[in-house]
């Protein structure tokens, strides 16, 4: 069953499956936001339903390219033999 | 009856017989151990241990209380894991560090004053460099040095604190520290930092973790920084300090999670960004963020040792660390798949992994104390968090590239211990009733409310699309990333170029100097000074010594004894008066 699965994830032949299987799960979550009570809720972030979407994206893409950004012009990355 | 039996004391005396027990004995021994000291700390009661008197200062061995039971709980199961992972080894030097590296790190937790602390806490420090210089290799055994040298220097540090904070407070005792934060608390507080990776105190972790034997860093990514959580939420609860480092510690271990090619440094930046919110929890200080930070360190400790296994599961098998060289393992390694995406999805705190009712603990206690800023930021590190041990480094390891590597599952007992830690990581997650009850604080917590679940969904599920979407820019690079060991690394050069250079020319410059003037000078007055000595001072002595000898002898001569002699001497004697006389007084 776990190699099933497993294969699920990594065989090319499930690709298109795979893909409408994950939009499927972004556009449930996002539904289900708008649906959850949100009485608790303190800050102002937190009332707006599909903020966590977009603040997952967003933060995602800022990690991505502001990390890359110091490792390349920030100079943090460096040839393997840098220490020898 | 017995009512306390010291954890610590059953690890580091039971190192001892390791080395002379036959293998199939061994192989039991090493679970037994563990096994009791977890039925130990079950039949703990709180209350104090062990006291006595030492150079006239309280001293207590063991202090047990709700803080100490819920930490050394997790580490007699993460011992018992851990020991079952690496029940394959042949040799028992790792075992003996191990068990000698666990039973310090009990002695800590049960530590009732500093002098105690301190010394289980280098007792740490000696026993986990063995588990880096045991890879063997020339860069193991470099980073092992380093390491060794970092805790030793914060080691002398925290000895330090000690000594000054005792002598202004007038005792050892091991206890919070809240209105007097003198000099000697901070140094303390350094101390602790260190071990807990703080930056710019964390490079250690980076550097020596991905060194360390597969086994050994099992253990390596449990102990030394939960040990240093544990002390922090002892003695500094509340540090408004510690909200911050733990905050920006949160994202600085996400930011070079990106960067990181070489898998396990990948996972130990990861540790960095997780002790973050531990960190963050014990500064903002109230109940619920202690009960935070505490059960999120015990989850920690769970999944990271699964995570550190799964990896180690590639290494031992393939030989390959660095993601650049990886991929296609899911074909033939399933189990280690599935196994380590368990750990992946518990550190990236999705519903029913252990991640989600703990890591949000801290981030609700953030948001109850109305710090908007941090909750913000710790929940876009839980974003990077994903993004890296739960789509990254899996990608690049288990799918992407078919390499064609050779590989099959690991050994058993390694598939064993995953299983273990995983089905832990699940059961915290799905029920964690009994967790929550070991905490420190009662718990008022719950994080299965349907808009927690769907913010969380939200945040992972769509960081998932960043990845999908930006795949090719998250691409490994074959390089290293430079942090602030770099200090310290390139210090030691700077400092060997000191000493060798312009430090070893100044030394010839002035052996020189000495050899072709300054001793030819010497040896010249020298051999002067000994030719004047001979020529004049003893020319002179034997010069006036002779005249004497010869005055004498002429004396001597003069003194004939003969009657007319001396007439005619005193005739001669009177003529001379006389004319004498006739010259003067004329």
Sequence with gaps: ?84 | MIDFVHPALLFILGAVPIPFLKETIRKAYLVLIPLLAFLAVLAMEPGSYGAASFIGQEILIAKVDRLSIVFATVFTIMALIGMIYALHLTRPGQHVAAFVYVGSALGVVFAGDYLTLYLFWEGMAFASAYLVFAQGGEKAVRAAFRYLMVHVTGGVALLGGILVHSAATGSLLFGPIESDMGPGAYVILAGFLLNAAVPPLNAWLTDAYPEATVTGAVFMSAFTTKTAVYVLARAFPGTELLVWLGTVMALYGVVYAVLENDCRRLLAYHIVSQVGYMVAGVGIGTEMAVNGATSHAFAHILYKGLLFMGAGAVIHVTGRRKLTELGGLYKTMPLTVALYMVGAFAISAFPFFSGFVTKSMVVAAAGQDHRALVMLALTMASSGTFLHTGLKLPYYMFFGTDRKLEAQEPPRNMLVAMGMAAALCIAIGVYPGPLYALLPYPVDFDAYTGAHVTESLGILMFTALGFVIFLKALDPENTISLDTDWFYRKGARGFMWLAEKPLARYEKAVSDVSETAVLPFLHGSARAGLQLDLNGVDGVVNGVARSILNGGGALRRLQTGVVTHYALAMIAGVIATIVVFAVVWR
């Design chain 1, 1 to 84: 069953m776990i190699e099933r699965i497993v294969d699920f994830f990594g065989d090319e032949t499930y690709a298109i499956r795979r893909r409408r299987l994950f939009y499927l799960v972004l556009a449930l979550i996002v539904v289900a936001d708008f649906l959850v009570s949100r009485e608790h809720a303190e800050y102002l972030w937190e009332r707006l339903p599909g903020w966590s979407a977009v603040y997952g994206f967003g933060s995602c893409v800022i990690l991505i390219f502001v990390s890359k950004f110091l490792g390349h012009q920030g100079g943090l990355m460096r040839r393997e033999d840098y220490y020898d």
